[in-house]
Every structure is written in structure tokens, then in C-alpha cells.
């Protein structure tokens, strides 16, 4: 890990600025130092570092491309994308964290939030001294959230909640959830709930055999008061967290080209050293098909996020263009950490290389943030015109 350099074999440093390249080189310095010595025992034994969080919002993990008068770090998507391929290169559960703060919680409050709201949380979201989790998802309804059934209640002075929301990353220890509930019209808000509310719980969800160093729970509300106060009044409708989704798929589309560059480059060098034969199975044909395929899926996945990038910055990325990402640079991660781990033979399924921890953290990516075949059928839809998903 400590010789890890990056893949870019078409050039594409030459597309970033300097303020790209130093993002970039600091976090990956960050995670070299702080995430890659440790991640391994940490997902081994299921253990998620709090202590993470603070270092996160140190770095400017958290955040990276909302305005620098809330905390943010002012940067562009491009900029956000490089910090989540640098982080995921050391662990998916890791860039899980981190974009679940950026793009699910810092987000829809700097986008929704009432400037009371922005000016509350957002500094303290970013700097890492509050950790925030997004809760969309249900036990009843994961692909389809538009039939969720938390719902609350208009009392006068305060709103009553109540429902359930599962699989939600950071859930544990987190300090505030946004969390999208229906209101007596059934019309979908993002409410903003706090440790401490009476009746609100998040028991955690174990053994998990896929982002073991990322904590993963639910979230219950039992009668829970929420101020009025809480509600994001700025949007309201499924349009809202589906706009939060954007941003962080847009993420993730970068941050599986992290894991596969580190499964990559464990299966290069893994394949120069290793003897079978007399000769390094690098000399093998079929291992250089393999590496040479790997490479080959890489470069496209990158140019493919530098665009998408540049359409995010000028406003103009669509959200079929977005799945288009997601879908294709996790199955490419994936496909990739899987090949990896033949090349490294009986020792790609231990500990000493991060190849397996990758394969399976990517059996999650693969299927959070919208699943692989419902970005197909995003897809499906913008090509016909015919939502194949209801
Ligand atoms: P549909 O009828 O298409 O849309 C409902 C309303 O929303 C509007 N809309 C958007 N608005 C803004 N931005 C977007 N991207 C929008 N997409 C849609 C749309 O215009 C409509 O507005 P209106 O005014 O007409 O009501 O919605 P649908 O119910 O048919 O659903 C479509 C579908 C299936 C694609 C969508 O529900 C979906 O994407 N499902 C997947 C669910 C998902 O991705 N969940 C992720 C949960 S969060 C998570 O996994 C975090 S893991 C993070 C980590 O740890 O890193
Ligand atoms: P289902 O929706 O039940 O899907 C099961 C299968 O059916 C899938 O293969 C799916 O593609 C397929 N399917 C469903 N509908 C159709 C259709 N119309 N046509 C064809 N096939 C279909 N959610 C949050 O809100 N916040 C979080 O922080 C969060 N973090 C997560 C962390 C982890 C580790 C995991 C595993 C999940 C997380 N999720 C989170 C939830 C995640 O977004 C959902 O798991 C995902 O959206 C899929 O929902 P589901 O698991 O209910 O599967």
C-alpha cells in the first residue's frame, strides 16, 4: 500500500487542475496513513473507528462541494469525486461515511434547510463534531421509497413521528437523521431528528458480512416530538431526497473506481512477484488478459466520471446520466475485485490483501443507492419514456 500511485494511463491528470491534484494527494496521504494500516482489523472485527469522524472533517472530507460559508470545503464535483475514489481506495465502508455526511445530510440541509437550520448544523456536520445519517429506506420499501409509511402528525406546537427506517449507514452514532416521513396528505418532508428525542431508538444491524467498519442500523420512532422547527421547508415531494440520491451516486461512481484501482494494483504487483513455473504468473497470457481488461475498464470508468463532473458542475447532469455512472463503475468494481482475487490465487481470500474486503464491501455499493437493475430501468425509462419499475 505504501507504494500505491494511482492508475491513469490515458492522461487524465492532464484534464485536473492543481487544486484537483492536491485534493487528491492530500487524502490520499490521509487514508495511506490513517484508514489502509488499520482498515483491515477494524473490518474484521466489525469494529467502526468513531474516532474517523473528527479526522474526516479535519481533512475536508465532509462536505467538499457545499459553500465555505457553512463549513463546506467551496470545491467543485470534480474535486468531490477525487475524495471519494481516494477514500474508497482504502475502503468502501469508509467512503460510506463520508458520503452519507456530505451528500445525504450536509446537503439536503444546504439545499432545504432554513438558514437557521444551515447555521446550526451545517459547521458542526462539517468539521466532523456531529455525525448525521439519511433516512429514506424501509423494511417494506427499499427500491420503491415512495410507499414508505413513517408519517407524522401536525399537533400545533410540534410534530409526532412514528415509523421505522432500516439499513441506514452511520445509524448507531449518529447524532441527527434526516429522516423523510409523510404528513397527513401523505405528501414526503425531510424532518430533522435528534439523539436524545424521547421514543426515537437506532439499534444497530450485525453481522454484516459486506462494510463490516462502517455501523449500519435502524431507526425507530415511537411518538417522537419534532419541534416545528425540524422540517427542511424548502422542498417537499419524493423529488427531494431523490435530488440528495443524485449527488451521492454521483459519488459513489467515483468512489468504486478508488476500490478498483486498489484491487488492481494489488493484482499487478501481486502478479509480478508471484512464481509458478519458474516464471511470475505476470509472464502468463492469461493474467496479462486479465490486467490488461482491468486496465482497459478503469480508463473508461474515469473518463466517463471526469464528464459526468464537469455536467454536475455546470448543472446540467441528468439523473439517467448519474445511474449510468453508478451502474457501470460498481459493476466494473466489482467485476474487477473479483478477477483480482483469482490472480492473487489462495491468498486473495485473506486478510494480507484487501481484494476479498473490497468484493464483498461491494456486494452493498452494488445495491444501495438505488440497485443495480433499478438504474437499469432508469435507464429503460429515459430511453422509452415507459417506467418499466411500476
Ligand atoms: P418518480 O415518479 O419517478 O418521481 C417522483 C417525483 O420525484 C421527481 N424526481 C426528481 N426530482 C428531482 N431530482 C431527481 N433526481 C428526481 N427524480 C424524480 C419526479 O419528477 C416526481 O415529481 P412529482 O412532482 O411528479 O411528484 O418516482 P417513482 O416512485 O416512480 O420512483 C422511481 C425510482 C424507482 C427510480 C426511485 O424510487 C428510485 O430511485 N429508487 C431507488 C431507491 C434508492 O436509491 N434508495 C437509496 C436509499 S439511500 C442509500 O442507499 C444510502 S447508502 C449510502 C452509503 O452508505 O454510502
Ligand atoms: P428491494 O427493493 O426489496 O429489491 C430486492 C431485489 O428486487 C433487487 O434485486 C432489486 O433490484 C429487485 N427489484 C425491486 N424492484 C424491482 C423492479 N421494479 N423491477 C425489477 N427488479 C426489482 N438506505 C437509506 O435510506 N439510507 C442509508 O444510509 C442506507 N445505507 C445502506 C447501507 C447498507 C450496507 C445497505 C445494504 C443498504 C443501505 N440502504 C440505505 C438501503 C438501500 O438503499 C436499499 O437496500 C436498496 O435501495 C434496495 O432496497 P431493498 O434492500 O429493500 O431491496
Known amino acids: 500500500h505504501d507504494l500505491y500511485e494511482g492508475v491513469d ?28 494500516p488499520n482498515i483491515e482489523k477494524w473490518s474484521q472485527d466489525a469494529y467502526f473507528p468513531y474516532e474517523i469522524v473528527k479526522k474526516f472533517g479535519d481533512v475536508g472530507a ?3 462541494q457545499i459553500p465555505t460559508d457553512y463549513g463546506g470545503g467551496g470545491l467543485d464535483y470534480i474535486a468531490y469525486g477525487l475524495i471519494m475514489q481516494e ?11 463520508a458520503s452519507v455526511q456530505g451528500s445525504l445530510v450536509m446537503y439536503p440541509i444546504y439545499k432545504f434547510g432554513s438558514d437557521e437550520q444551515r447555521n446550526k448544523y451545517l459547521p458542526k ?13 424501509e423494511p417494506d420499501h427499499g427500491s420503491n421509497p415512495s410507499g414508505m409509511t413513517t408519517h407524522f402528525k401536525d399537533m400545533g406546537d410540534h410534530y409526532l413521528l412514528n415509523g421505522a427506517k432500516m439499513w441506514i449507514s452511520n445509524s448507531p452514532k449518529a447524532d441527527i437523521a434526516v429522516v423523510w416521513a409523510k404528513d397527513e396528505n401523505g405528501r414526503i418532508h425531510g424532518l430533522i431528528v435528534e439523539r436524545g428525542m424521547e421514543g426515537f431508538t437506532t ?8 462494510l463490516r467498519a462502517s ?31 443524485d449527488s451521492a451516486r454521483y459519488g459513489i461512481s467515483w468512489g468504486a473506481l478508488g476500490a478498483a484501482m486498489d484491487c488492481y494494483d494489488s493484482a499487478k504487483r501481486y502478479a509480478l512477484e508471484r512464481i509458478q513455473f519458474d516464471k511470475p504468473i505476470a509472464s502468463f497470457q492469461l493474467i496479462q488478459r486479465k490486467l490488461a481488461e482491468m486496465l482497459t475498464e478503469i480508463t473508461k470508468a474515469q473518463l466517463l466520471v471526469w464528464r459526468l463532473g464537469k455536467m454536475m458542475d455546470e448543472g446540467k447532469a441528468s439523473t439517467a446520466q448519474i445511474s449510468l455512472a453508478k451502474r457501470n463503475n460498481v459493476a466494473m468494481a466489482l467485476d474487477i475485485a473479483r478477477e483480482a ?5 489462495g491468498m486473495g481470500i485473506t486478510g494480507d490483501y484487501p481484494i476479498m474486503r473490497h468484493m464483498m464491501n461491494l456486494e452493498s455499493v452494488v445495491t444501495y443507492e438505488g440497485t443495480h437493475d433499478i438504474h437499469l430501468l432508469i ?12
Open 9 to 36: 494511463f490515458y492522461n487524465i491528470d492532464a484534464l485536473l487542475s492543481e487544486e484537483h491534484k492536491l485534493v487528491r494527494s492530500s487524502i490520499r496521504d490521509f487514508v495511506k496513513k490513517e484508514i489502509s
Open 62 to 64: 465532509f462536505g467538499p
Open 87 to 97: 477514500i474508497e481506495r482504502g475502503d468502501s465502508g469508509m467512503r460510506s461515511t
Open 125 to 137: 456536520l462539517a468539521s466532523g463534531e456531529m455525525l448525521g445519517c439519511f433516512g429514506l429506506t
Open 203 to 210: 439499534p444497530e444491524t450485525h453481522n454484516k458480512w459486506s
Open 215 to 245: 455501523c449500519t442500523g435502524e431507526l425507530v420512532f415511537n411518538e417522537v416530538k419534532v419541534p416545528k422547527e425540524n422540517l427542511l421547508p424548502n422542498k417537499s415531494g419524493l423529488g427531494a431526497p431523490l435530488m440528495c440520491l
Open 341 to 345: 482475487r483469482q490472480i492473487h490465487g
Open 379 to 390: 435507464l429503460g425509462n429515459e430511453i422509452t419514456g415507459i417506467p418499466a419499475f411500476k
